[in-house]
């Protein structure tokens, strides 16, 4: 690919900055494969420490993933995204070279006691703007759905500052039509993925929303979301849920910093977390509100008001005169779900139900070499829509004023994105 010759990097240079991947510059591994350390000369501008991520076939990804990375980290650039600085392409080699990110990823400091509470805030400050960025893409870029959103795939630098990474996995999808979703195969981290997107293979960026309440829980709580094989412990997303539920938060904060927290930046910290796990995908907030109730938290957080959560007791203490306060900057609440946005999930249940009878249809026109989106695929869609099975969600669609329907299609994993205006 043209567009990227510039990102090239000679495999002969890896070999040597990685000492041909010899185990002292290992640093990790994940879905794609191993990843090692090492300095090299960036694009003529002086030798720099960076990570190189090696392909693994036999990790269950492969070329699409290895494609899809550097084309959305060529496009997509923010400080809480992690930068591609090439990629190697040789001898049966597929290797990713990022900025070398020297504390590693965050799921190995959730139990450590040297990070406070106003770091573990900065840490989820900086992951959400990221996320929204990839949610509300700037100009004429397209909506980023991470879809692997989880503790060990935002990195941290030697200053604390959160990059998201990993985006292999990732869907775009239409950011300005007036509803878009994406229905694929699951995938994701177990403990992390939307249930919703589980049960029905429907993703939007709620779905990522959830997995960034997960994190959430894991920060507060000093923990990953499942236990080891070595570990008896109770999934921590049940736990929290009850414990929030039952008003007994304080039993699951990591003791490390439990004393530290201020009573209001714990209340706003937890109601934005209990509300990225809601089941239904509408009552989630959204990544750019999450951005904004985080910074709220960090603001009580340093602020001179700090009042203990706990009481000479150890109970917890009673803030009604805070409970306003903390709505006015959530909106998980039910109240915000229009008769529209019920009507319009309803519809998407029957398309998820449908699904395999649509798909076969765009697969179709996909082998006669039609275009994503045209007329023939839009006349296509419209008879998939008159037949008996998808005669209530045409009903559906006309009473949320939808006009038109169209379907982009990834050929690598039959996954649909249909947008609607």
Same mark, same amino acid.
């Given at each position: 690919m043209k567009e990227f010759e510039h990102l090239k990097v000679q495999l002969e240079a890896i070999i040597l900055a990685t000492n041909n991947f010899a185990a002292e510059n290992f640093i990790g591994k994940g879905g794609?494969?191993?990843?090692? *350390?090492?300095?090299?000369?960036? /694009?003529? *501008?002086?030798k720099s420490m960076v990570a190189f991520k090696r392909l693994?076939?036999?990790?269950?990804? @492969?070329?699409?993933?290895? !494609?899809?990375?550097?084309?959305m980290l060529s496009i997509y650039r923010h400080e809480n995204i992690v930068s591609l600085l090439g990629f190697c392409d040789e001898s049966d080699e597929k290797i990713l070279m990022y900025e070398y990110a020297s504390k590693r &990823?965050?799921?190995?400091?959730?139990?450590?006691?040297?990070?406070? !509470?106003?770091?573990?805030?900065?840490?989820?400050?900086?992951?959400?703007?990221g996320l929204a960025y990839l949610h509300n893409p700037v100009g004429n870029q397209l909506r980023v759905? /991470?879809?692997?959103? $989880?503790? &060990?795939?935002?990195?941290?630098? #030697?200053? !604390?500052?959160a990059?998201?990474?990993?985006?292999?996995?990732?869907?775009? @999808?239409?950011?300005?039509?007036?509803?878009?979703?994406? =229905?694929?195969?699951?995938? @994701?981290?177990? @403990?992390?993925?939307?249930?919703?997107?589980? #049960?029905?293979?429907? =993703?939007?960026?709620?779905?990522?929303v959830y997995s960034f309440g997960v994190v959430l829980f894991e920060v507060l709580?000093?923990?990953l979301c499942v236990s080891n094989n070595n570990e008896k412990r109770q999934p921590l997303i049940g736990l929290a849920r009850e414990s929030y539920e039952g008003n007994k938060i304080n039993n699951i904060i990591y003791t490390k910093i439990k004393d530290e927290i201020n009573t209001k930046s714990l209340k706003v910290f937890t109601t934005l977390a209990y509300r990225c796990l809601k089941r239904d995908h509408m009552e989630r907030p959204l990544m750019t509100e999450i951005v904004r109730v985080l910074e709220s938290a960090l603001h009580y957080q340093v602020s001179e008001d700090q009042t203990s959560f706990y009481n000479n007791d150890g109970e917890e203490e009673e803030d009604c005169s805070f409970e306003k306060e903390v709505d006015h900057h959530m909106i998980g609440d039910s109240s /915000?779900?229009?008769?529209?946005? $019920?009507?319009l999930r309803e519809m998407l249940m029957i398309i998820c139900d449908n699904y395999n009878s649509l798909q076969t249809h765009v697969m179709e026109l996909i082998q006669n070499k039609e275009p994503l989106v045209s007329n023939p695929m839009?006349?296509? =869609?419209?008879?998939?829509?008159?037949?008996?099975? !998808? $005669?209530?969600?045409?009903?559906e669609l006309s009473k949320t004023g939808i006009q038109r329907v169209y379907v982009h299609t990834d050929p690598s994993d039959k996954s649909l994105v249909l947008s609607m205006c």
């Amino acid at each position: 690919m043209k567009e990227f010759e510039h990102l090239k990097v000679q495999l002969e240079a890896i070999i040597l900055a990685t000492n041909n991947f010899a185990a002292e510059n290992f640093i990790g591994k994940g879905g794609f494969g191993k990843v090692y *350390k090492g300095e090299i000369d960036v /694009h003529s *501008k002086g030798k720099s420490m960076v990570a190189f991520k090696r392909l693994d076939r036999a990790f269950g990804q @492969g070329n699409p993933e290895f !494609w899809k990375e550097i084309m959305m980290l060529s496009i997509y650039r923010h400080e809480n995204i992690v930068s591609l600085l090439g990629f190697c392409d040789e001898s049966d080699e597929k290797i990713l070279m990022y900025e070398y990110a020297s504390k590693r &990823s965050l799921d190995l400091y959730l139990n450590n006691n040297d990070l406070s !509470w106003i770091q573990r805030l900065n840490i989820c400050i900086g992951a959400a703007r990221g996320l929204a960025y990839l949610h509300n893409p700037v100009g004429n870029q397209l909506r980023v759905l /991470h879809r692997d959103i $989880k503790s &060990s795939n935002i990195l941290l630098d #030697e200053n !604390w500052n959160a990059m998201i990474s990993d985006f292999g996995l990732s869907k775009l @999808g239409p950011a300005n039509q007036r509803f878009s979703f994406l =229905v694929s195969n699951v995938v @994701g981290t177990i @403990g992390y993925c939307d249930p919703l997107y589980a #049960e029905t293979g429907f =993703v939007t960026k709620e779905s990522d929303v959830y997995s960034f309440g997960v994190v959430l829980f894991e920060v507060l709580c000093g923990r990953l979301c499942v236990s080891n094989n070595n570990e008896k412990r109770q999934p921590l997303i049940g736990l929290a849920r009850e414990s929030y539920e039952g008003n007994k938060i304080n039993n699951i904060i990591y003791t490390k910093i439990k004393d530290e927290i201020n009573t209001k930046s714990l209340k706003v910290f937890t109601t934005l977390a209990y509300r990225c796990l809601k089941r239904d995908h509408m009552e989630r907030p959204l990544m750019t509100e999450i951005v904004r109730v985080l910074e709220s938290a960090l603001h009580y957080q340093v602020s001179e008001d700090q009042t203990s959560f706990y009481n000479n007791d150890g109970e917890e203490e009673e803030d009604c005169s805070f409970e306003k306060e903390v709505d006015h900057h959530m909106i998980g609440d039910s109240s /915000h779900i229009s008769n529209e946005n $019920k009507r319009l999930r309803e519809m998407l249940m029957i398309i998820c139900d449908n699904y395999n009878s649509l798909q076969t249809h765009v697969m179709e026109l996909i082998q006669n070499k039609e275009p994503l989106v045209s007329n023939p695929m839009k006349r296509k =869609v419209d008879e998939t829509f008159q037949q008996s099975s !998808w $005669k209530r969600t045409n009903e559906e669609l006309s009473k949320t004023g939808i006009q038109r329907v169209y379907v982009h299609t990834d050929p690598s994993d039959k996954s649909l994105v249909l947008s609607m205006c």
